[in-house]
């Protein structure tokens, strides 16, 4: 019977009715079907042991609108699990164990492979995310350069200052006026100027709607990256792709205006390098104009290494700053606590300007602002800004819990799921409390980077977690520095939208109140 619907639903004879019987199975049932069908015998070999089977990719496209939870709920059963397709097992864990082994013990045999690639190169190209080898040691190598130099950390450090700044203004007017701030849209529009300044050299201006290509650019770019998400769920993507419709018909419009427009900044960009007479900071600070010293000129390659910084640099501190100002609005005591540090730290005295807060908003004034990293970093493990990480097997492989995996499974390791982990977090595990990166001497801890994972670790660790909590940190500062915030509905339940980054469904809406 088991084997029948599994064939009817691959013919999509019926496939609506066909689907719902599937989800009603149990995963026992259907992992019998798939042995059969899929697996072959290797299954059934009972001296390697695979990991317990927890579902289908069928349930996983059932549970998309609520695609974290259904995972947590997965993993408090176990630790490690895996879901089935019609073409091969992903196997999912939360065993700090099982991270090291995939990110550092066996590296060379966990990377993006050809599904990784095939899913995600319309929006990325062949950028640092979507390839291995030596195309990914290639750029990685080159955006180790560009990030180490003080020239970037000074010229970043001013773009963040300015935008932060233009932030302040912003909400200063809406303070001013009583009236609702959608803030994350404030963050996504200036993290997205800071980005281009940082990397293209470009003002955009999307915060003061000055830019009408900027503004198209950004919501294309959020709906190729939902789009680009589902097809982890959607193993009906490519038919839809080659016909056209549903979410393939939006990410082919929405590429079509990403791939114009960065195109279009690139030529302007080597029309400017091409002119001697042009060497103002601003064309030396970015880091395009430091791909275009070294010789690097083809326009494919240098789109894909943008379009990868931009969804590095522009989401995952816009959404990690959304959620930070949603957990301070939720925890009054810990809003109060950092602003009180802030105060502190800058020495501002009452009255000060939003710009004279801003130049005491230095390097050695931040250090001082441990409560404020604590903090954010209790947001990171709660709201990872890239929930889910996945890499493809490329060999046979046994993992440290004992488990084999399979030459070409997909493995995954979730941030969003381990930071709720109580083996691993405590009791309190799904609690904000800054308090618990602190050791017993009121020093900052240091987490296993396999334990808690929102920046990766070993080979493939974020080259900009040191650029991004600068970022964060200068936002903050300046923002809670000179405004208190409190949520236009505290009893609202919050919900992410499920797509390639964590952003929050439908805005953060805030009241802002100037400090005294």
């Known amino acids: 019977m088991y084997l029948r619907i599994i064939l009817d639903t691959i013919k999509w004879h019926d496939l609506g009715s066909s689907m719902n019987i599937l989800t009603k199975l149990t995963p026992q049932q259907i992992s019998v079907t798939y042995i059969i069908k899929i697996h072959g015998s290797r299954f059934l070999d009972k001296k390697i042991r695979y990991h317990p089977v927890a579902g289908t990719v069928i349930h996983l496209l059932f549970n998309f609108h609520r695609l974290l939870e259904y995972m947590t709920d997965l993993t408090i059963k ?13 196997v999912y864990t939360s065993d700090p164990a099982n991270v ?44 180790s350069y560009h990030f180490s130099t003080k020239l970037l950390r000074e010229f970043s450090g001013s773009v963040f200052k300015s935008n932060a700044v233009k932030l302040a203004g912003m909400v200063s ?24 300044k940082v990397i293209l ?4 201006d999307t915060m003061c709607g000055t830019h009408r290509e900027g503004t198209q650019f950004s919501n294309a770019f959020d709906e190729a990256s939902a789009a680009i998400m589902f097809r982890y769920a959607n193993f009906l993507w490519k038919v839809q792709r080659f ?12 590429l079509k205006v990403i791939d114009e427009y960065v195109y ?10 091409q002119n001697p007479q042009d060497n103002s900071l601003g064309l030396k600070g970015d880091i395009l104009s430091r791909f275009l010293e070294l010789n690097e000129t083809d326009p494919k390659f240098l789109k894909d290494i943008i379009l990868s910084f931009i969804i590095a640099g522009k989401d995952t501190t816009a959404i990690t700053l959304s959620w930070f100002l949603y957990q301070l609005c939720k925890n009054p005591h810990v809003q109060e606590k950092i602003a009180q540090e ?9 009255g000060s300007t939003i710009d004279n807060l801003a130049a005491q908003v230095t390097d050695e004034s931040m250090e001082k602002m441990k409560y404020l990293h604590a903090a954010l970093t209790e947001t990171l493990r709660l709201h990872p800004p890239v929930p889910l990480e996945s890499k493809y097997c490329f060999l046979d492989d046994k993992w440290p819990d004992g488990y084999n995996v399979r030459k070409g499974d997909l493995v995954s390791f979730q941030p969003y799921v381990m930071g709720r982990m109580k083996f691993l977090w405590g009791e309190d595990a799904e609690i904000f409390r800054p308090e618990r990166r602190f050791d017993e001497n009121g020093n900052l801890k240091r987490e296993s980077s396999f334990k808690f994972t929102a920046f990766q670790a070993g080979p493939r660790i974020c080259l900009g977690k040191e650029f991004a909590y ?47």
Request: charged share 25%; glycine share 6%; hydrophobic share 40%.
């Open 243 to 254: 016909l056209n419709i549903g979410s393939e018909a939006v990410l082919k419009k929405s």
């Open 173 to 196: 007017e809406a303070a001013i006026s009583n009236n609702i701030i959608e803030l994350q849209d404030f963050f996504m529009k200036s993290a997205l100027d800071s980005v281009f």
């Open 264 to 273: 279009k900044l690139i030529r302007s960009k080597i029309e400017q390098s």
């Open 100 to 143: 090291e082994h995939m990110l550092v013990t066996n590296f060379s045999n966990y990377g993006k492979g050809r599904y990784h690639h095939d899913v995600l190169t319309d929006l990325l190209g062949d950028g640092i995310f979507t390839v291995d080898g030596a195309k990914w040691r290639h750029q990685r190598k080159s955006a």
């Open 201 to 204: 050299g470009v003002e955009l």
């Open 78 to 90: 176990r630790k490690t699990y895996s879901l089935l397709s019609f073409t091969r097992s992903a």
């Open 470 to 516: 600068r970022q964060m940190k200068i936002f903050s500062a300046i923002l809670l520095g000179s405004h208190s915030f409190k949520l236009v509905d505290q009893n609202k339940l919050v919900k992410y939208r499920t797509m390639l980054t964590l952003q929050i469904d439908g805005g953060l809406h805030v009241y802002a109140f100037k400090r005294n």
């Open 342 to 350: 802030i105060r502190e730290a800058t020495k501002v005295e009452n």
